[in-house]
């Protein structure tokens, strides 16, 4: 997946590096909130192999991931390691954390 500059590029963009094949069984709701300047809130659901984003709050995800602009767009970029950040507290998840863990898969971020 190309750099991002953006979190509205990210989430504009996130079917490029979708992979529908490491999704099989999965039909879940990712929340995203985004700090900072630059943030803001998405969410995606993953179901039936094929996923869906829209802006804002969903109502009930399955799991929460909450990091600041300037992380979130390291993570995604490839220059930050997602289980580092989350080891010094740059990403926070709440809910189904083997759900985060399946997110580079089938995000194409690895």
């Not at 750099?3 to 490491?22: C, H």
């Not at 099989?24 to 803001?40: H, K, P, R, S």
């Not at 809130?41 to 969903?58: D, L």
Request: charged letters at 20%; glycine letters at 10%.
């Amino acid at each position: 997946m190309p750099r991002a500059s953006s979190l509205e590029e990210i989430f504009e963009n996130v079917e490029t590096g979708f992979n529908p094949e490491k999704a099989e069984g999965i039909n879940a709701v990712f929340q995203f909130n985004v700090t900072g300047e630059g943030g803001g809130q998405y969410w995606a659901r993953i179901q039936n192999q094929q996923i869906e984003v829209e802006r804002g709050e969903h109502a009930s995800p399955d799991m929460i991931m909450t990091a600041s602009a300037e992380d979130f767009l390291a993570v995604f970029n490839g220059e930050l390691n997602p289980m580092m950040a989350f080891m010094q507290g740059k990403i926070k998840v709440k809910g189904e954390m083997a759900l985060a863990l399946k997110l580079q898969t089938i995000l194409g971020l690895t």
